[in-house]
């Protein structure tokens, strides 16, 4: 996996960072943005989930929706939508 730099740190759970190549993501574990600072390397081992948005402007309010909300509804949306995608074969 890449190295993903911290960009920020929108709750304990999730942050905003940068790839390698310069993409911004949004990356999801839990504890992942404990104690952590702009700058600093994310461990591979803390991600369960990385989201990459497009849209700038996608991306700022997919972190505000991120942000007030609990990690494990964070989760279960996203095994719901993946759940339909995969038996609706959705992209």
């Given amino acids: 996996m890449d190295n993903i730099i911290i960009e920020k740190v929108i709750n304990n759970n999730i942050i905003s960072a940068y790839e390698k190549s310069g993409a911004e993501v949004i990356v999801m574990g839990r504890g992942i943005g404990f104690k952590k600072k702009q700058g600093e390397v994310v461990p591979a081992d803390q991600i369960s989930k990385i989201f990459r948005i497009k849209s700038r402007t996608l991306t700022e309010q997919f972190k505000e929706l991120l942000a007030n909300m609990p990690l494990e509804r964070v989760r279960i949306s996203d095994e719901i939508i993946s759940h ?8």
């Fill in 84 to 91: 339909e995608k995969d038996h609706l074969k959705l992209n």
